[in-house]
Antibody, heavy 125, light 110 residues
């Protein structure tokens, strides 16, 4: 059974950093691209970015709203994807979801087939 | 910037059929794939349609997706409505190097 478990959320002050983890199980993690999405309280879904598998260079794509502040990485030996968030703003407050992508493209195309339950990040002074 | 517009809410009775629209602001919605996600209250989203009209394994065939180039819109149709279908539904497509979401539609099954 595919499982994705996010962790690392919490309360952080504006301008500070936070790293989220997504621990995967039930599939060969290294074969898949992994994405992050977020959802602000009471709002809709927003794509954050994704990382391709090593077979596709392990390269990343990001939404314009987080480019330059957020970094996605992966540790295939541990089956974990990370979302490093720097220079956090109050508008980054959201539930962050990790997802698996069954198909890899060389642009930002793609879609998730499995979603984690999410972890809440609150940016507030 | 490319935008996707969905109705804020729709409602229908159990056993009936409902269609949720997703209209592109410019260009051709048929140029890029459209996905649909279901989010039940208090739960994470799930993918119910990908690449315009494909259903992931486990999604019942009551769910179907389509594209109408003449109206530049995508549609999610749910037939034989069940109370468990009550949820928020989001469409998603692409614009340049970004994934774009519609604002979501709240489906009430009453």
């Amino acid at each position: 059974e595919v499982q994705l478990v996010e962790s690392g959320g919490g309360l952080v002050k504006p301008g500070r950093s936070l790293r989220l983890s997504c621990t995967a199980s039930g599939f060969t993690f290294g074969d898949y691209a992994m994405s992050w999405f977020r959802q602000a309280p009471g709002k809709g879904l927003e794509w954050v970015g994704f990382i391709r598998s090593k077979a596709y260079g392990g390269t990343t794509e990001y939404a314009a709203s987080v480019k330059g502040r957020f970094t996605i990485s992966r540790d295939d030996s541990k089956s974990i994807a990370y979302l490093q968030m720097n220079s956090l703003k109050t508008e980054d407050t959201a539930v962050y979801y990790c997802t698996r992508e069954p198909t890899t493209y060389y642009d930002s195309s793609g879609y998730p087939d499995y979603w984690g339950q999410g972890t809440l990040v609150t940016v507030s002074s | 910037n490319f935008m996707l517009t969905q109705p804020h809410s729709v409602s229908e009775s159990p056993g009936k059929t409902v269609t949720i629209s997703c209209t592109g602001s410019s260009g051709s919605i048929a140029s890029n794939y459209v996905q649909w996600y279901q989010q039940r209250p208090g739960s994470a989203p799930t993918t119910v349609i990908y690449e315009d009209n494909q259903r992931p394994s486990g999604v019942p065939d009551r769910f179907s997706g389509s594209i109408d180039s003449s109206s530049n819109s995508a549609s999610l149709t749910i037939s034989g409505l069940k109370t468990e279908d009550e949820a928020d539904y989001y469409c998603q497509s692409y614009d340049s190097s970004n994934r774009v979401f519609g604002g979501g539609t709240k489906l009430t099954v009453l």
